[in-house]
């Protein structure tokens, strides 16, 4: 646990000291607060690799801040988890509204923490207010999950860009390990460019999809179902069953159609029913088989290197833009160079250069 | 004509003066020949204006090359011509390999002549040696067209990068303008990332298809179905005449699933046989209807400008990242960055603001 001074008050720290007349309760109330509320850096990461989760929380809101105060706090944090990250297996797990994610998410859940595994559950949703409430942002989905000691649930990870999004998450997986997590799931839902992302931080790509629904009605980009690691076909139940069997029989030789992927490992598909707790065991066990063949192979380490140069390359290449788009000199520039391109008084390149030039 | 210098060689220049005895042949020949190809890049513009061919081959040459001498050339060439362009219509038509594209481009092509119009028709082709050779490189296939005076056939430009050939290939259009031609075709094979280029660069967007062929096993990404006006339906003869009639329904309804156009215009389905010629007369009819409905609404000098803008930040922004990646002293951190990320020593967050420090 978070140590906190056992003294109430910055008033009353010294023993035997009387307090002062002036005393406002109000005043002493807000330092009080303001004390519980910000333990020092060094003590919430104390706290974070002792696998507090309150600490942990706490952590991941510094990360996902945006005041400088903050984003100092947050570096040292990472650092100091750095060398207890990258201990886990990162499943991205993604689909439409309405195929039963939260349900699956629960179930899948249960079933590691039966087998021991901590699971942290995060979930990246970048996109419009059009797909929000669909994702975590709705714990109360997770009913048991939430209760789990050895759970962690972590709603949505605000932010107005992708990219923005993208490297909190990323840094919220570092803490997570760090926070002795060994099974981190990252939940999107895949209607639109977040899977990359989430594939470019994750060893094991999961799309669920529903039988009966072409993907055109199912709202997935192709690209996503080439990402894929296996397929899941959710809701196999009752008289959804045949459906569901059909359906496997489908994806499987759709996923034929692709090139084979760098990892060696075919892309499989299975059905479960998450409401029935029915075929979740086989996921796991996939997924076991596929972390096992990957090692074997050294692919999995290498992805991983692979991710690592991604998103160092990533975040320099969007740095690289907003330094250059917001500079004042720039910003003037381009707006005049836009309308001499209009006008046909020069070409797009040769704005281009003479903005380059601008920036040095 | 380009204005050669009647004298035939640097040595005969002065009239009444008596050759040297130390004449080789050898060099006054390579002295005469190096001469011939290089006309002052004045002379080659006036050339150009003139709507003179072979100068425009020429001045495409040098906006291709990489050569310093000649990108400063080329910045000339270009500004000259930039008064003179923006007076076509540029048609991107993309397809994969066996539908037919320049059976298809031969007779649209000889069509749009016989309508007194001046055609120049480019090829983009970026992608691997395994679509090569389907594409303009084999100018026979066009016998026809390219014995036209009214036509101009360029093969694919060459380049590693797709932002390089875009880039040429851009340029190019705007010496073709310069040029006189007032219909510019875009041919691309319809497998990689070029079309999204190709969509950038015209004004509308043919898609060739064939029937009774799944898109998978056209190799057409979705994507470009999206990006397309229209969707042409060839080889539709014979006993595939049929076939055709029902997959143009089918691409209707396909059509009808994607979010309206900002153009106003929806997307329209035609069958064709460029090898009978029929059809042919349709899609013409087809793109200036869209023409006169996209000017009519604003639409048609909007998007040009919205191609300005994407090429103008494209430009600086592979500039940003070449100044970057290329820079000495971030070339050898980088390398040492990415092992500490690799040891858990860094994070990609991190070693980024740290390399981003050292380009400043």
């Given at each position: 646990?978070?140590?906190?001074?056992?003294?109430?008050?910055?008033?009353?720290?010294?023993?035997?000291?009387?307090?002062?007349?002036?005393?406002?309760?109000?005043?002493?109330?807000?330092?009080?607060?303001?004390?519980?509320?910000?333990?020092?850096?060094?003590?919430?990461?104390?706290?974070?690799?002792?696998?507090?989760?309150?600490?942990?929380?706490?952590?991941?809101?510094i990360?996902?801040s945006t005041a400088p105060k903050h984003q100092e706090q947050a570096k040292?944090?990472?650092?100091?988890?750095?060398?207890?990250?990258?201990?886990?297996?990162?499943?991205?797990?993604?689909?439409?509204?309405?195929?039963?994610?939260?349900?699956?998410?629960?179930?899948?859940?249960?079933?590691?923490?039966?087998?021991?595994?901590?699971?942290?559950?995060?979930?990246?949703?970048?996109?419009?207010?059009?797909?929000?409430?669909?994702?975590?942002?709705?714990?109360?989905?997770?009913?048991?999950?939430?209760?789990?000691?050895?759970?962690?649930?972590?709603?949505?990870?605000?932010?107005?860009?992708?990219?923005?999004?993208?490297?909190?998450?990323?840094?919220?997986?570092?803490?997570?390990?760090?926070?002795?997590?060994?099974?981190?799931?990252?939940?999107?839902?895949?209607?639109?460019?977040?899977?990359?992302?989430?594939?470019?931080?994750?060893?094991?790509?999961?799309?669920?999809?529903?039988?009966?629904?072409?993907?055109?009605?199912?709202?997935?980009?192709?690209?996503?179902?080439?990402?894929?690691?296996?397929?899941?076909?959710?809701?196999?139940?009752?008289?959804?069953?045949?459906?569901?069997?059909?359906?496997?029989?489908?994806?499987?030789?759709?996923?034929?159609?692709?090139?084979?992927?760098?990892?060696?490992?075919?892309?499989?598909?299975?059905?479960?029913?998450?409401?029935?707790?029915?075929?979740?065991?086989?996921?796991?066990?996939?997924?076991?088989?596929?972390?096992?063949?990957?090692?074997?192979?050294?692919?999995?380490?290498?992805?991983?290197?692979?991710?690592?140069?991604?998103?160092?390359?990533?975040?320099?290449?969007?740095?690289?833009?907003?330094?250059?788009?917001?500079?004042?000199?720039?910003?003037?520039?381009?707006?005049?160079?836009?309308?001499?391109?209009?006008?046909?008084?020069?070409?797009?390149?040769?704005?281009?250069?003479?903005?380059?030039?601008?920036?040095?």
């Open positions: 646990m978070i140590q906190e001074n056992k003294n109430t008050s910055a008033l009353e720290e010294k023993e035997g000291v009387s307090k002062p007349e002036t005393l406002s309760k109000k005043v002493a109330s807000f330092v009080k607060k303001s004390r519980r509320k910000s333990p020092s850096t060094q003590q919430l990461t104390d706290a974070l690799l002792a696998k507090d989760k309150t600490a942990l929380s706490r952590a991941i809101t990360i996902e040292k944090i990472i650092e100091a988890c750095l060398p207890h990250a990258n201990k886990s297996i990162r499943i991205g797990i993604t689909g439409v509204p309405g195929v039963g994610k939260s349900t699956f998410i629960e179930e899948f859940g249960k079933l590691l923490i039966s087998k021991n595994k901590k699971v942290a559950i995060l979930a990246v949703d970048p996109s419009s207010s059009l797909s929000r409430g669909s994702i975590l942002g709705d714990k109360t989905r997770m009913e048991d999950l939430v209760k789990e000691p050895n759970a962690f649930i972590r709603p949505s990870a605000s932010g107005d860009s992708l990219g923005g999004v993208a490297r909190k998450t990323r840094e919220t997986i570092i803490l997570c390990e760090a926070a002795g997590f060994d099974t981190i799931i990252i939940e999107t839902v895949g209607v639109g460019q977040s899977e990359t992302a989430v594939h470019s931080m994750t060893d094991f790509f999961l799309l669920l999809k529903l039988a009966g629904a072409g993907d055109e009605l199912q709202g997935i980009k192709r690209g996503i179902m080439e990402m894929a690691d296996a397929i899941v076909i959710n809701k196999a139940d009752g008289e959804n069953k045949k459906a569901a069997k059909f359906a496997k029989t489908e994806f499987n030789r759709a996923l034929h159609l692709y090139p084979p992927k760098e990892s060696g490992w075919s892309p499989k598909t299975l059905t479960c029913s998450a409401l029935k707790n029915e075929g979740i065991e086989d996921v796991w066990e996939l997924i076991t088989s596929y972390i096992s063949e990957t090692t074997e192979n050294d692919y999995f380490p290498k992805k991983r290197k692979e991710q690592n140069k991604f998103w160092l390359l990533q975040t320099i290449e969007s740095r690289l833009k907003s330094d250059f788009y917001e500079n004042e000199i720039v910003k003037k520039e381009l707006e005049k160079q836009l309308k001499l391109i209009n006008s046909n008084e020069t070409s797009p390149f040769e704005a281009a250069q003479l903005l380059l030039n601008l920036n040095k």
